[in-house]
């Protein structure tokens, strides 16, 4: 039998430690996997899509309260949430939701792309229950790990958006949320009451923006810092976004048997508007990392 201060020095070892300071990016340098079927499988490299860095890491920061991403799409917006998802889930333990425009998507998103992240990440394979043990908290929409549970719901369940708790929340494809979960109104807002009781709340609104007037995403990223990456020239070291007209392509035209016209692109350079040197674009590149 331990003696009192024997188990005080064990809950200060292991209980009263200070949460971590590792930051998303960093987590998923060191612990993430891309699994099969992705463009590039493999140890996940946040230096291979470096536009992700600073939207991941302000899920950390301190005094940031919503974080919001307006990009285009197969850019890495699912592969983002999925280390923020890793990283709280096996560092700092809360209740998290990720939001999907409907019941049917989150399914989908938990079995495509939750599933093989817990399978093919060491460091969460043992932490969250397998989905077939009999276990009525353990489930496709929610599933336990020690500290907090992930819960999925679609935006047009209200019963889902209003369960319970939640310090972390992700809104995918916020543009294709319906105007009101039934007739609870907003998704987001009523997702959001959901965390007014967390200090170190934090939500995470993603979308490809549709229609210019109409878009969500658009809005909440203009009341926002409205950050942009931007690239530095090799050449003269000055900083730039990344635009269309500064691309060159290298391409050939060709015709399908059925008679229709396919442009082949052979290369992409980009053209720096200060030096005006130019510099090929990889085609493969990809926001999977």
């Given at each position: 039998m331990k003696t009192g201060n024997e188990?005080?020095?064990?809950?200060?070892?292991?209980?009263?430690k200070p949460l971590p300071k590792t930051n998303v990016s960093e987590w998923a340098d060191?612990?993430?996997?891309?699994?099969?079927?992705?463009?590039?499988?493999g140890k996940w490299r946040t230096s291979r899509a470096p536009y992700q860095r600073e939207p991941m890491n302000a899920f950390t920061q301190?005094?940031?309260?919503r974080v919001v991403a307006m990009w285009a799409g197969q850019m890495g917006k699912s592969r983002l949430m999925l280390n923020v998802i890793g990283r709280f889930a096996h560092l700092d333990p809360c209740v998290i939701m990720l939001?999907?425009?409907?019941?049917?998507?989150?399914?989908?998103?938990?079995?495509?792309?939750?599933?093989p992240m817990l399978r093919d990440t060491r460091v969460l394979t043992n932490l969250f229950l397998d989905?077939?043990?009999?276990?009525?908290?353990?489930?496709?929409?929610?599933?336990?790990?020690?500290?907090?549970?992930?819960?999925m719901c679609g935006?047009?369940?209200?019963?889902?958006?209003?369960s319970r708790p939640v310090r972390v929340l992700l809104c995918d494809e916020v543009d294709r949320f319906p105007l009101s979960a039934g007739t609870e109104g907003d998704p987001v807002g009523l997702a959001a009451k959901r965390m007014t009781t967390f200090w170190n709340r934090v939500a995470g609104l993603f979308s490809t923006p549709t229609a210019e007037g109409s878009?969500?995403?658009?809005?909440?990223?203009a009341k926002g810092t409205q950050e942009e990456w931007q690239h530095q020239c090799p050449g003269c070291g000055e900083w730039h976004l990344l635009r269309h007209f500064d691309m060159e392509t290298d391409s050939r035209e060709t015709e399908n048997p059925d008679g229709a016209k396919v442009v082949i692109v052979e290369a992409v350079c980009w053209r720096c508007p200060d030096c005006g040197k130019t510099f090929e674009v990889p085609l493969n590149f990809t926001g999977e990392g």
């Amino acid at each position: 039998m331990k003696t009192g201060n024997e188990l005080w020095r064990f809950v200060s070892r292991r209980g009263l430690k200070p949460l971590p300071k590792t930051n998303v990016s960093e987590w998923a340098d060191t612990y993430a996997i891309i699994p099969q079927g992705n463009a590039e499988p493999g140890k996940w490299r946040t230096s291979r899509a470096p536009y992700q860095r600073e939207p991941m890491n302000a899920f950390t920061q301190s005094g940031i309260h919503r974080v919001v991403a307006m990009w285009a799409g197969q850019m890495g917006k699912s592969r983002l949430m999925l280390n923020v998802i890793g990283r709280f889930a096996h560092l700092d333990p809360c209740v998290i939701m990720l939001v999907q425009p409907t019941v049917e998507m989150a399914e989908d998103f938990s079995k495509s792309r939750i599933a093989p992240m817990l399978r093919d990440t060491r460091v969460l394979t043992n932490l969250f229950l397998d989905v077939k043990t009999r276990d009525s908290n353990n489930t496709i929409l929610s599933k336990i790990f020690p500290g907090g549970r992930l819960i999925m719901c679609g935006a047009n369940s209200p019963a889902g958006l209003a369960s319970r708790p939640v310090r972390v929340l992700l809104c995918d494809e916020v543009d294709r949320f319906p105007l009101s979960a039934g007739t609870e109104g907003d998704p987001v807002g009523l997702a959001a009451k959901r965390m007014t009781t967390f200090w170190n709340r934090v939500a995470g609104l993603f979308s490809t923006p549709t229609a210019e007037g109409s878009s969500r995403i658009a809005d909440e990223y203009a009341k926002g810092t409205q950050e942009e990456w931007q690239h530095q020239c090799p050449g003269c070291g000055e900083w730039h976004l990344l635009r269309h007209f500064d691309m060159e392509t290298d391409s050939r035209e060709t015709e399908n048997p059925d008679g229709a016209k396919v442009v082949i692109v052979e290369a992409v350079c980009w053209r720096c508007p200060d030096c005006g040197k130019t510099f090929e674009v990889p085609l493969n590149f990809t926001g999977e990392g």
